[in-house]
T-cell receptor
Framework: EPEVTQTPSHQVTQMGQEVILRCVPISNHLYFYWYRQILGQKVEFLVS????????KSEIFDDQFSVERPDGSNFTLKIRSTKLEDSAMYFC????????????FGNGTRLTVT | RKEVEQDPGPFNVPEGATVAFNCTYSNSASQSFFWYRQDCRKEPKLLMSVYSSGNEDGRFTAQLNRASQYISLLIRDSKLSDSATYLC????????????FGRGTQLTVWP
């Protein structure tokens, strides 16, 4: 079964540094998402992306965050200047346009900001 | 008020037990409903969609009450492998739209 893959699995960075989290969605999927989950809390929506532009973003997705699809396969989330409270699991997800198809999550990147 | 609220748990049940989880959602515009399962430090995985008429998938039965804005999940004949956190999830509008997750209910099945 095709998978959404994310790298790295764990990223440690210092406060104020920029990080880029990478995702390779399933190849025929057209809609892409980032969610995050702070330890012990619920999964929260960050942003959705379609046709090379953001289609929806949450209040969490402020100017420090950006997304990009630099080529035909990668989908990245950049955090410009990380804060301690950005420490979380970040999940990429993708979905095809077929009716009834499920959202596929990647296995996540654990970001630790020190 | 939170978008999705769930029983906090944890639930600790013996193998073979029947266990039920409840969930309420606040936005009456919600149109799609799901139960996801999440193992420790792993990604959420879709367990089942929830339909208005209720639906069953093997040992799992989901119910939806739109009038009460209430969703339930029943697990019969619990297995050790059912131990996980169960996430109630709702979606408004398009099936491509954002998902709203509950905090999850932790289930441990013991032998």
């Amino acid at each position: 079964e095709p998978e959404v893959t994310q790298t790295p699995s764990h990223q440690v960075t210092q406060m104020g540094q920029e990080v880029i989290l990478r995702c390779v969605p399933i190849s025929n999927h057209l809609y892409f998402y980032w969610y995050r989950q702070i330890l012990g809390q619920k999964v929260e929506f960050l942003v959705s992306f379609y046709n090379n532009e953001i289609s929806e973003k949450s209040e969490i997705f402020d100017d420090q965050f950006s997304v990009e699809r630099p080529d035909g396969s990668n989908f990245t989330l950049k955090i410009r200047s990380t804060k301690l409270e950005d420490s979380a699991m970040y999940f990429c997800a993708s979905i095809s346009r077929e009716a009834g198809s499920p959202l596929h999550f990647g296995n996540g990147t654990r970001l630790t900001v020190t | 008020r939170k978008e999705v609220e769930q029983d906090p748990g944890p639930f600790n049940v013996p193998e073979g037990a029947t266990v039920a989880f409840n969930c309420t959602y606040s936005n009456s515009a919600s149109q799609s409903f799901f139960w996801y399962r999440q193992d420790c430090r792993k990604e959420p995985k879709l367990l089942m969609s929830v339909y208005s008429s209720g639906n069953e998938d093997g040992r799992f039965t989901a119910q939806l009450n739109r009038a009460s804005q209430y969703i339930s999940l029943l697990i019969r004949d619990s297995k050790l492998s059912d131990s996980a956190t169960y996430l109630c999830v709702v979606q408004r509008g398009s099936t491509l739209g954002r998902l709203y997750f509950g905090r999850g209910t932790q289930l441990t099945v013991w032998p």
